[in-house]
């Protein structure tokens, strides 16, 4: 318009400049006014053709070069909006599509003919992602061209030719011409793959949050960027404690300095480490935790980030070490059993033969004296043997129903003068019955074991206290009673105000020997003894100590229901006079067997003896004679007592058994003899009971 303005003004110019010089040139020549017009008209027309030509041709030039500027920019920006990799469109302010490039065609699925001219909202932008509609006047395009305010929007969806939803990221960018808004440029992109991302990685999100085990990501410096959920479960640190931080906030010490150098080595350089870590918890405590830790790569396969997965396996280590314990405990046994068996055959030699001598010499002589203290000593053997027979679970045991509490109240002033009177002594039996079953001497060598203990724990003084109560086992106990079966128990609890006891030594005080006293202050029995006592009852013991913290032991015995132990009848005592019978004494030991056989002859016995249980059963089958009782060692070799006596017992259906062993496993005693028939004695045995038993058992036929 302003270009037309200015070609009337150009043309205009001339014209009147022209008619002027014209008028000026007439008024110097004095023509006549006919021919002044016919003149003016003329030269006007002949003067200022060139010029109005010349101009129009200069203007018509211009045009055309504009237009094939604008074709030359239209076929530039033609090409510009196909090679944009987004989609874009022009929208009127009726909602029309205007234009549409090649990308925006591909996305929605339809061609050039069916976009441009049509309502863009109705077309495909319709309906929400949740499938409910969505009204035009509520839409961000609209409300761009309405306020002009350029928008971005990254939660809707667009819908496609073939009926499908793509969700879609846009910007919506007024166009304002002469300061009116004219229309809105829509671009878009399809977001299908980062919403599948985002989901991939929310649902990865989730898993780390719902994990059982740790998960820690850190930079290349080992700064700790996330933790999960877990980790804070595990180690009692919340997120913001650690955030910023190294994981070396976790280093409990038990790891060396090299073991964490080829840890940062292996994952320096590309690989992955998995091992074992002893990590600790907020309180101080450890966490054992099985980890593997590696590095965390870009698309380029740089490493940008560590990331470490660990599970806690405490509760696993825990078991894994009270198994190792338990075997190690068992193997001990074993060995520690067959020590005692052994040498309880040749104790009862020595305390045998020692007493046929002390028979035969004058009392109070030196000869006298000197044998008593051979007798002393065999007691003082006899002891440590019985002690490693406990550990070892392998004596006889005679357990009745009893009431702990009641056990504690009669023994405490014996405690009381054991500890000394720098100890301060305190027990908690609480009101209600503590019943248990066992031996009654075993659970008193309990008691006096632990107090001595604690005594030694407390040189300078302290306080030792005792008690009982009711408990329940459920399987939320500690770790260390995890092995346990549910049930009710009695807790006898011993706990003194000590020295206290490191881990390393705590695995080792209920091996037998094991001391940490000095030369001739203590056996190392003592704790293997209670030990023992406890397994064999089928209780549980826990230790909780600490150096400088003191110890306290943790004894839980099945609960046993409260019955009334019926009272035996009063058999008159044994006669001092000679029996005759027949006595097959069976016993591999030669030195036991010629024992038995010289005292039961001095009492007027017939005596049948051997060393092996085929001859006695061969001598048993050919004997014409009645025999009265078998007298046997349990652990023959070959067929054992037990066999030995049911063998001879069908052919002689009448015949009594005493049975000897310097070791036996009570349940297997318990189930192999027979009341009224059977009798069984634990070596060494002195030779007085042995007569004892074996005339009692003839008598009570």
Same mark, same amino acid.
């Not at 920006?77 to 469109?89: D, H, R």
């Not at 309405?146 to 667009?158: A, H, L, N, T, W």
């Not at 910007?171 to 599948?196: H, Q, Y």
């Not at 695995?507 to 030990?531: A, C, H, M, Q, R």
């Given at each position: ?407 504690? !109240?009669?023994? !405490? ?289």
């Amino acid at each position: 318009m302003k270009r037309n303005l200015a070609l009337f003004l150009k043309i205009l110019f001339i014209v009147s400049a022209t008619e002027l010089l014209i008028m000026a040139a007439f008024s110097f020549f004095r023509i006549t006014p006919i021919l002044s017009a016919f003149l003016d008209t003329m030269l006007l027309a002949t003067i200022s053709a060139p010029f109005i030509y010349l101009l129009i041709r200069a203007e018509l030039e211009y045009c055309r070069m504009k237009d094939e500027a604008l074709e030359n920019t239209g076929k530039k920006n033609s090409v510009l909006l196909g090679a944009i990799g987004e989609g874009l469109y022009g929208m009127d302010m009726s909602g029309n599509v205007m234009f549409a490039n090649k990308a925006a065609e591909a996305i929605l699925g339809y061609p050039e003919n069916e976009l441009i001219g049509k309502h863009s909202h109705e077309l495909f932008h319709h309906t929400r992602p949740d499938g409910s509609v969505y009204p035009a006047h509520e839409c961000n395009i609209y409300a761009t061209s309405r306020d002009g305010k350029p928008r971005r929007i990254s939660d809707e969806v667009f819908w496609k030719k073939d009926g499908s939803s793509i969700p879609v990221e846009y910007s919506a960018t007024p166009v304002i011409e002469a300061g009116a808004i004219t229309g809105v440029l829509i671009a878009f992109n399809d977001i299908t793959e980062r919403k599948r991302a985002e989901d991939e990685q929310a649902k990865l999100a989730e898993v780390l949050k719902q994990s059982y085990d740790s998960v820690i990501i850190t930079d290349m410096e080992g700064i700790i960027l996330y933790v999960n959920p877990a980790f804070e479960k595990h180690t009692g640190f919340a997120a913001q404690e650690v955030l910023g931080k190294k994981p070396s906030v976790c280093k409990s010490g038990l790891q060396d300095a090299n073991y964490y150098k080829r840890l940062w080595d292996t994952i320096k350089a590309g690989g992955i480490w998995s091992g074992r870590l002893s990590n600790k918890r907020k309180d101080g405590s450890i966490i054992e935790m099985d980890a593997i830790i590696f590095p965390i790569k870009n698309a380029y396969v740089q490493m940008t980030n560590y990331a470490a997965v660990q599970r806690d396996v405490s509760t696993e280590v825990a078991l894994e070490n009270q198994l190792r314990q338990s075997q190690k405990m068992e193997s001990i046994g074993l060995l520690a059993g067959g020590i005692a068996h052994d040498f309880n055959n040749i104790l009862m030699a020595i305390t045998g033969y020692s007493q046929f001598l002390s028979n035969k010499l004058a009392p109070g002589s030196q000869e006298a004296s000197d044998l008593e203290e051979i007798k002393k000593a065999a007691d003082r053997a006899v002891s440590l043997t019985r002690q490693l027979l406990i550990f070892s679970r392998k004596t006889a045991v005679t357990p009745k129903v009893l009431d702990l509490a009641e056990v504690i !109240q009669n023994i !405490q002033k014996m405690l009381k003068r054991l500890i000394g009177e720098n100890i301060e002594f305190q027990i908690d039996t609480g009101d209600s019955p503590k019943c248990i079953k066992a031996d009654p001497s075993h659970i008193e060598q309990v008691l006096l074991n632990l107090s001595v203990n604690a005594k030694d724990a407390m040189p300078h003084g302290g306080k030792l206290s005792i008690s009982v109560s009711n408990t329940v086992l459920d399987g939320k106990s500690p770790i260390e009673l995890t092995a346990a079966k549910p049930g009710e128990y009695v807790l006898l609890r011993v706990s003194d105000t000590g020295t206290g006891m490191s881990n390393e030594l705590i695995s080792k005080i209920f091996e037998p020997f094991f001391t940490t006293k000095g030369p001739g202050k203590g056996t190392g029995l003592g704790l293997s003894t209670v030990y023992g006592i406890v397994k064999q009852g089928g209780g549980y013991i826990t230790v909780d100590s600490a150096p400088g913290k003191g110890s306290t032991f943790n004894i839980y015995f099945p609960a046993a229901e409260l019955q009334l132990e019926r009272s035996e009848a009063v058999r008159p005592e044994v006669e001092d006079a000679k029996i005759k019978a027949t006595i097959l004494l069976v016993d591999d030991d030669n030195s036991v067997r010629s024992l038995a056989h010289r005292a039961l002859i001095e009492k007027g016995f017939v005596v049948l003896d051997f060393a092996t249980a085929e001859e006695a059963l061969a001598l048993s089958e050919s004997y014409k004679d009645k025999i009265d009782l078998l007298l046997a060692d349990v652990g023959l070799p070959g067929i054992s007592g037990f066999k030995l006596s049911k063998k001879i017992s069908e052919k002689r259906p009448g015949i009594k058994s005493v049975f000897m062993s310097g070791r036996i496993d009570p349940e297997i005693l318990k189930s192999e003899l027979i009341t009224g028939k059977t009798s069984f004695l634990q070596k060494p045995v002195t030779m007085d009971i042995l007569v004892e038993t074996v005339t009692k058992a003839i008598r009570a036929a």
